[in-house]
């Protein structure tokens, strides 16, 4: 009887079920504390906006006395990359409109 019981077929061995974690209540998160100190980015932007409010006239005509090169670099860095400089406007004008022009320029030159 012993061997039969060894024939019959293979049980598998089966892991212990898993239980699922016991759901804690909800907890009342704390908002996060407002901010009571400034950082130190924002005291510095305050200090060069105070300087700036103070002096930045004076300083930025002495500068563009003494230093043409780095007035123009100050200049450069503060307009947008994307800056469209065309002095030419005339490609606006449609063909009709630029010949009406014409005509009344030349118009103004003969009298």
Avoid at 18 to 38: C, F, G, N
Avoid at 102 to 107: A, G, L, M, T
């Amino acid at each position: 009887m012993a061997d039969e019981a060894a024939a019959g077929p293979a049980r598998r061995m089966t892991k212990p079920a898993r239980r699922k974690p016991v759901a804690k209540p909800a907890l009342a998160r704390k908002p996060r504390a407002t901010r009571t100190k400034k950082t130190l980015g924002d005291d510095f932007l305050a200090a060069v906006r105070a300087d700036f409010r103070a002096h930045g006239a004076a300083v930025i005509a002495e500068v563009r006395a003494g230093k043409p090169d780095q007035y123009l670099k100050i200049v450069l860095s503060v307009l947008p990359r994307d800056f469209d400089a065309a002095i030419n406007h005339l490609d606006a004008f449609s063909d009709i409109l630029f010949e009406v022009i014409v005509q009344k320029f030349k118009s103004a030159t003969e009298d």
